[in-house]
């Protein structure tokens, strides 16, 4: 009667893979976590134009954001045209205004004297000519925090919210929500004194969304942060099709990232 042997390696083998199974059973579950830190982010720049239709230099301040977004890219300079100030001008019988009370408040807050003038992150108020330096530094920056915009539209009802992404660290500031619209037909006093009926304003300031400084929002670093649900009811002489929401982070530091939907 013959009896069989079985090689040497295969029972050390099976002893092996024993003590391997019996060592990661005993690995506690949050130790096999690893932590992935988020992507870098880079900075889109908020440009808060200050202007009015009775301003004869501020068609120079749109052609050089025009200017701007072509050379940067649209969602990368977000500009907003806040009608404000002693230049604004408020709907009066058949002409169109653009000046909002809410544009009226920035601009006394901002303690602004001259148009056109841009807060660029919200730095120290600039001339339009200086606005390319700035814009070019500030995209050289990295966000600690993204957005995500969410716009559903139903005729002429919007709802609106958006998610903050930490990114690098915890941070602490206000998300503010704002509509602007483009092609809106008024208006404008030109360089050369002339009245313009038929001049197209663009990215106009028309709405803040969530309150004039919008609301707080404290996110940690691969958290996210996501807003109530906003509902807005579009006003008649508004185009639906021109609307886009601008959302921001801020603080005393200035913005800290903007997005465009």
Not at 163 to 187: C, I, M, P, R, S
Request: glycine residues 8%; hydrophobic residues 40%; negative net charge.
């Amino acid at each position: 009667m013959k009896h069989h042997t079985f090689p040497n390696f295969s029972f050390t083998f099976l002893i092996c893979i024993v003590l391997l199974l019996t060592a990661c059973s005993h690995i506690d579950e949050d130790d096999r976590l690893i932590y992935v830190k988020p992507a870098e982010v880079s900075r889109r720049v908020l440009l808060e134009d200050f202007t009015g239709q009775r301003c004869v230099n501020c068609p120079k301040a749109n052609d050089e954001i025009k200017a701007l977004q072509e050379q940067y890219g649209e969602f990368n300079v977000i500009a907003v045209g806040i009608h404000s100030g002693p230049l604004g001008f408020y709907t009066k019988g058949d002409y169109v205004g653009l000046s909002t009370e809410v544009g009226d408040e920035y601009y006394k807050h901002w303690a602004l004297d001259y148009q056109p003038v841009g807060l660029i992150d919200r730095g120290a108020p600039l001339e339009y000519t200086a606005w390319n330096t700035r814009i070019r530094e500030e995209l050289t920056k990295t966000a600690p925090v993204d957005i995500d915009l969410v716009l559903a539209v139903d005729n002429d009802q919007l709802t609106i919210w958006a998610d903050v992404k930490g990114v690098e660290g915890t941070t602490t500031g206000n998300l503010q929500l704002w509509l602007t619209e483009d092609y809106v037909t008024a208006f404008q006093l030109m360089p050369d004194g002339s009245r313009n009926m038929e001049y197209q304003h663009q990215h106009v300031f028309r709405a803040a969304i969530n309150g004039m400084w919008g609301e707080p929002v404290t996110v940690r670093e691969g958290e996210t942060f996501t807003t109530q649900h906003y509902q807005y009811t579009v006003p008649k002489d508004w185009v639906v099709g021109n609307l886009s929401v601008v959302g921001f982070v801020y603080n005393a530091q200035g913005v800290l990232q903007a997005r465009k939907l």
